[in-house]
């Protein structure tokens, strides 16, 4: 007999998991008619999709109670499941035991052990908790952009060295959920965010590490306002305020997502980074400003509130899950200046053109987006290098940081619990060499750029970067989300002058194939 347990009797937590490929089954259902949901904030709240038409979007796996318990809890089940009235706990080990060989025969590996611990105490608080230890040793430009950064993107705070050439790391990552009421939904933990419609964020993505945060998402009728604060740090040697402590950071973010229609939604994005390099000042009051449209005080306040950032988000749901979506970041500009034609470097801002398909071509579990992003030097930079819009080395939209140009095709088959993945990214990037700032990496101040006038994207050491990812995958359990997998990763980066330790960009090709056994839990970007 199969037991169906719907995922809307608030068995685990609130929020689901920041995971593009895990997500798509339930992305296909959510996207297949117009939706009330604001699916631009991420990660999406699950509990919203009980006011849907279809009550079985998400489901816990079916459960063969006639298997022997070991197969149960091996291909089928969480294994640790206690569901009450009044609580549930769900506990899983997390592994992922990875080994890859590139063609000049050095082999990689990663060996991470773990558990994720997820619950609820009635029907208004929920909770979850993961802890990873982890030993890797990575394909060259990982293990450089490592070097130069201290931390593995998005996988690690503070790497140490482990090995011939590898790396000890951890991850973390925790919260606890509040939901009063319909209207008002509050969290606390550590963990990271998502604002768009894309594969990456040109506001706000989940590149970086996780970092301790705050937030309240508020929803009245055709409006959904996100309020974030957050702490970041700074890993530079340099900006440590003594031995072994680092340098802090606050980011305070709002988002306003409003459905213009049942299928245009439109957002409006602010950001502010806060930071003092001596550590001892206070935060402004007006730091915790709850509306949209910060700015102004910036201004009224001066230069020590921050690094303001403003944007837009759009996007349009045609019929059978096609959408386009796109995004505008404006970092700082000069209306005179754009209209001159000048490059002048102030002129800071990105942008993003997108288009997805669920279901593509009318075969069932088919999913591809072609996806544009386009970043002008400087953009998410700041006069003082602890203030931009970076944490732990990485940063905070997408994670190239900024001048350049990519365009990337994406493109998912699940076939019951079979998985093909495939990526092609094209870019070019404008880098630099050791003493210049063409305005790429953002751990610069704006103030050591090169020129004020001419500047544009791709300039400096002009390169050309290639990444393509091919994938094969098996569900083993989808409690869990361990998967079986086999793939072949190859990247490529150009450019006119070899890179002199500055920066992520690093010159050189190579391919790896890869085979492994996964919980897959967030996603991992190896494409930069």
């Known amino acids: 007999m199969v037991l169906l ?24 259902r959510l996207y297949q008619n117009t939706s009330t949901l604001h699916t631009a904030i991420r990660p999406l709240d699950t509990r919203s999709w009980a006011d849907t038409e279809d009550s079985t979007l998400s ?30 706990i769900f506990i899983d080990p997390i592994v992922n035991l990875q080994l890859g060989f590139e063609a000049n025969e050095s082999y990689r590996y990663i060996n991470t052990r773990g558990y994720r611990l997820e619950g609820r105490i009635k029907k208004n608080l929920s909770f979850y908790s993961v802890f990873l230890e ?12 490592a070097a130069a950064r201290r931390v593995i993107l998005g996988q690690s705070s503070l790497t140490r060295g482990f090995g011939d050439g590898g790396f000890d790391y951890t991850f973390f990552s925790g919260e606890v959920s509040y939901r009063p009421s319909e209207t008002f939904t509050f969290t606390f933990g550590q963990g990271r965010n998502f604002i768009g ?26 409006f959904k306002y996100l309020n974030l604060w957050a702490q970041l740090n700074d ?70 509130s921050g690094n303001a950032l403003m944007g837009v988000h759009s ?60 970043a002008r030097p400087f953009t998410y930079s700041h006069r003082e290098v602890l203030t931009n819009y970076a944490h732990y080395g990485s940063a905070l939209a997408h994670p190239w940081g900024a001048n350049f140009h990519e365009v990337l095709l994406q493109s998912t088959y699940q076939n019951k619990k ?41 300039q400096g050491r002009t390169g050309n970067y290639l990444y393509m990812h091919a994938r094969l995958a098996y569900l083993v359990n989808p409690a869990s989300g361990l998967k079986a997998e086999i793939g072949l990763r190859y990247r490529s980066f150009r450019n006119e002058q070899s890179n002199i330790n500055n920066g992520p960009f690093w010159e050189g090709a190579g391919a790896l194939v890869f085979i492994g056994l996964r919980t897959e839990l967030y996603n991992q970007y190896f494409d930069y």
């Open 197 to 222: 419609e894309g594969y990456r964020s040109m506001l706000l993505s989940d590149a970086a590490f996780s970092y301790p945060f705050f937030r309240i998402q508020t929803n009245l009728w055709k």
């Open 418 to 458: 079979w998985e093909v993945d495939l990526q092609f990214s094209y870019g070019l990037i404008g880098n630099d060499s050791l003493g210049e700032n063409y305005g790429t990496n953002l751990y610069l101040s704006y103030e050591t750029r090169q020129m004020d006038l001419g500047n544009g994207i791709g």
């Open 5 to 28: 347990m719907p995922a809307l009797s608030f068995g685990q937590y609130q929020f689901r998991a920041l995971n593009q490929v895990s997500s798509l089954k339930t992305d296909t």
């Open 59 to 88: 489901t816990y796996p079916p459960q063969e109670k006639s298997e022997s318990w070991w197969k149960r809890k091996f291909f089928l089940e969480h294994l640790v499941e206690v569901q009450e009235k009044d609580y549930s």
């Open 315 to 374: 996007s349009y749901l045609f019929s059978k899950a096609r959408m386009v979506y796109g995004q505008f970041l404006l970092d700082e500009f000069n209306l005179g200046a754009i209209l001159s034609n000048s490059g002048d470097w102030v002129n800071k801002f990105g942008w993003q053109l997108g288009y997805k398909d669920y279901n593509a071509f009318e075969i069932e579990g088919l999913f591809y987006r072609l996806e544009y992003n386009a």
């Open 235 to 304: 890993p530079r040697r340099e900006a440590q305020v003594s031995q072994g402590l680092l340098a802090r950071k606050y980011m305070s973010t709002h988002f306003l997502s409003i459905n213009l229609s049942p299928r245009w939604n439109f957002g409006i994005f602010e950001s502010i980074i806060f930071g003092d390099t001596s550590q001892l000042q206070s935060l402004d009051v007006s730091f915790f400003n709850p509306v949209v449209l910060y700015r102004p005080v910036e201004f009224a306040v001066g230069s020590r």
């Open 134 to 145: 982890n030993q890797g040793r990575f394909q060259d430009y990982i293990t450089n952009y």
